[in-house]
């Protein structure tokens, strides 16, 4: 792992215990999930494909034609088989911390958040994202999901499904309690 890598890792799980701790998850098994999120983003893709088919998984046709969605789903994999990490939260959060999906728990969406808010990230709109991760998870996944989604469809690449079942659901969510 890059000295890059390793920095944003730990920057992302001291913002992951700092999220738990403001929104009532267990701290422990954020930080967990911060460290290893990115453990197998430097590994060969062919490595990476090797750790998927080791462990069962079947791409979709999206997955196959997007690596950059490889090292969440290689890295949860890699957890559970070579570390022997069996918390299905841990594993999830580290496999749908780059897209989402629908029905995340408090901990997928705090990594989720963690890895677009660590300390290192400069982009265009962080400090936004960083507010809005203060008054609600939600709203800022919101915000991270259209980051994202405006982003890959400028640019003309796919968009899986799990994305957009998490931006949906959110604004569905965000529907209803306007309508109440």
């Excluded at 999930?33 to 791409?59: R, W």
């Excluded at 841990?90 to 989720?112: D, Q, S």
């Excluded at 991270?144 to 499904?161: A, C, N, Q, V, Y």
Aim: charged content about 30%.
């Amino acid at each position: 792992m890059s000295e890059y890598r390793y920095t944003h890792c730990l920057n992302v799980s001291k913002e992951a215990v700092r999220l738990a701790q403001k929104y009532g998850c267990d701290a422990q098994r954020a930080a967990v999930a911060g460290i290893l999120h990115d453990i197998t983003k430097e590994v060969s893709k062919d490595e990476q494909l090797q750790i998927m088919n080791d462990s069962g998984i079947i791409l979709d046709d999206i997955q196959k034609n997007t690596p950059k969605l490889w090292h969440g789903i290689s890295g949860s994999a890699y957890i559970k088989d070579k570390l022997k990490i069996t918390d299905e939260d841990i594993l999830n959060a580290v496999r749908y911390h780059t897209t989402g999906r629908a029905n995340m728990t408090l901990l997928e969406k705090i990594i989720f958040i963690a890895d677009f808010t660590s300390e290192e990230r400069t982009y265009s709109g962080v400090d936004t994202m960083r507010k809005l991760a203060e008054k609600s998870l939600e709203e800022a996944m919101l915000f991270g999901l259209k980051f994202t989604l405006k982003d890959l469809s400028k640019r003309e690449m796919t968009i899986h499904p799990d994305a957009l079942a998490c931006y949906n659901e959110i604004v569905m969510l965000k529907i209803t309690i306007e309508r109440k």
